[in-house]
């Protein structure tokens, strides 16, 4: 498999005037190429953080991505990658990456348009800024993406304006817009959690087919556990600014090890099988300037131990290729070998 | 007539409109009309939950607050049977409607914007009472500390402001001003939507115990299937202004008769990496409501469209005891169910998959993390 982004160790902190909050707490992940990494957590997890600190746009100050991140983009096969965190976010080179190679959709795309210019201005923007193409050939490019994505008429509604299409026509407007450019990375925040679920249904539907089109590699950010499930190649769950759980798509559904992962899909009602009483997860997620020291799930873990009260949890492997941060496994994880590291990848 | 009642059933609707004018030009003449809610009759029974879907715009949200009087309807009649005996909810005014608001509540969706922030928990949890001029200072008090606790809350709360609680403790709070005058129905207005999954099973948890508790009847607005699906014992499914189906919930999903809640249970994402069905994928997006289309107004997304659910609307009428259905093919189309994804994911299992353990450590025939997504069939068939 052929890594395209590599996390290592990210940290990013937002330094407010009541106190320092660790969105992204120590994140490590893999992006392979053509595949579709799934982050999952509930609001607050740090999952959209860790999207915009690959995209180069936390905002600084107060936010800051800590010494010792790193965020590998293996930009071209067989060279060595780039750390995007050593880049000036507002820099050439990032610019040149940001938009072209790495391109993301939001979770709105009520408001991540411009409501004054349109459509067609808005893709022909994106593609003038990155690719040395004449305004022309930039709408006909504009066009053929608006068909790609599967709107009707492209020619005729490259030149309406946001207002005049529905939320469904709008996100698929973002994503002509992000794929005009042929990114090697899609970065989808939350992309149809606006949206019903039979247009909801069109989206991912459209996602997948433009993915193998397009060859790209996705990192879908998602609450919603069937999205991930229905799109993901590998999934990370996340939980405070940490990753809890780490491994493929069906492994994690079938076998899920984090008490938090478990409580995640016990708390979900089913649309097929038995009706029976939910279990919810006890309590709530702690407030981001007072973390428990220790396993941040540990206040409202079932299986809470001492050990959990003292010290976080490292992600090791507790099966193979399927990693969990949470001291139940720690054992199992002691006795193999540590090859931890390597077998993920 | 669509519906028929029987002596249990709490509130009857019948045939109710609500259209909201468009207005143009500088004389702000009407020139249109959004049929936000267009003919629509159902009814609930005395301590169930009927469960309300659809998508956004479909007027879910404007039959809830039309029938409590929220808005003004257009035409129709609701009738709650109370045990002083039927009232029309929109032949009644002033002092009358007052008293009967008591009976009706509701709770909005969006935990932030419908507490007051200047007011304390206590304050807007007594507020109902402190209207119908209910019991003394005291009194009211001792009943705040009831109903908080009642919902999980620590009585002592009473004195704080809503900006000091999370989302699902502020859904509870109003859940407990919405309890306060011990109503009969109460109009859920997508109360866990705008909340995190794990607070969504507790808030959804405590409905159901508070139901129970109380004797309480629920017209639960949502568009979660497996919400609805969870909660419900009847289940109603709306399309631009419309009902197109109502009936037993576990009847709606095993035995769908409109193509349209058929379409909305294909559409669901399924939890379960190792199946994934084919779907019915709608084209297009839902009609304006201005200007729905001719006949059935689901036929231009439909794949079972036939000429005459372009020229002729469908009646609303039962096909089998207590299932409504509006489609002209009710009788003849035979619609995936859920039973169906059900039995395929069956089948897909047992074919070549071992017995997805959940404790056992059976992830060793999944290899390694890469090559195991792409080719689940194939795997060890």
Known sequence: MVKLIEVKNLRTSFYTEDGVVKAVDGVDFTIDRQKTLGIVGESGCGKSITSLSIMGLIPVPPGRIEQGSEILYYRNEGEPPIDLTQLDAKGKEYRSIRGNEIAMIFQEPMTSLNPVYTIGNQIIEAVMLHQNVSKKEARDRAIAMLEAVGIPLPDQRVDEYPHQLSGGMRQRVMIAMALSCNPTLLVADEPTTALDVTIQAQILELMKGL????????????????????????????????????????????DPL????????????????????????????????????????????PHAMDICRQKMPPLTEARKGHRTACWLYEDEANAKPESAPAAAE | MATKENKNTLLEVHNLKKYFPVRKGILRRVVAHVKAVDDVSFFINKGETLGMVGESGCGKTTVGR???????????SVTLHTDAGAVDLFQVGGRALKALRKELQIIFQDPYSSLNPRMTVGDIISEPLVIHKIGSANEREARVAELLEAVGLNPQYAKRYPHEFSGGQRQ???????????????????????????????????????QKEFGLTFLFIAHDLSVVRHISDRVAVMYLGKVVEMCETEELFQKPLHPYTEALLSAAPIPNPEYQMERIILQGDVPSPVNPPSGCYFHPRCQYAKDICREKAPEFKEYIDGHYSACHFSDELTLKSVRDIEQEQKAYQSNGQSAPAATAPAAEEAPKSDDAPEAPAAEDA
């Open chain 2, 172 to 210: 509870r709070i109003g859940i407990a001003r919405a309890l306060a005058l011990d109503p009969q129905l109460i109009v859920c207005d997508e109360p866990v939507s705008a909340l995190d999954v794990s607070i969504q099973a507790q808030v959804i948890n405590l409905l159901e115990d508070l």
């Open chain 1, 211 to 254: 993915q193998d089109k397009f060859h790209m590699s996705i990192m879908m950010i998602t609450h919603n556990l069937g999205v991930v499930a229905e799109t993901a190649d590998d999934i990370a769950v996340m939980y405070l600014g940490k990753v809890v759980e780490y491994t493929d798509v069906r492994s994690l559904f079938r």
């Open chain 2, 66 to 76: 039309t029938l409590l009087r929220l808005l003004e309807p257009t035409d129709g």
């Open chain 1, 258 to 301: 984090h008490p938090y992962t478990q409580g995640l899909l016990e708390s979900i009602p089913a649309l097929t099988g038995e009706k029976k009483r939910l279990v919810p997860i006890k309590g709530m997620v702690p407030d981001p300037f007072n973390i428990p020291p220790g396993c941040p799930f540990e206040p409202r873990c």
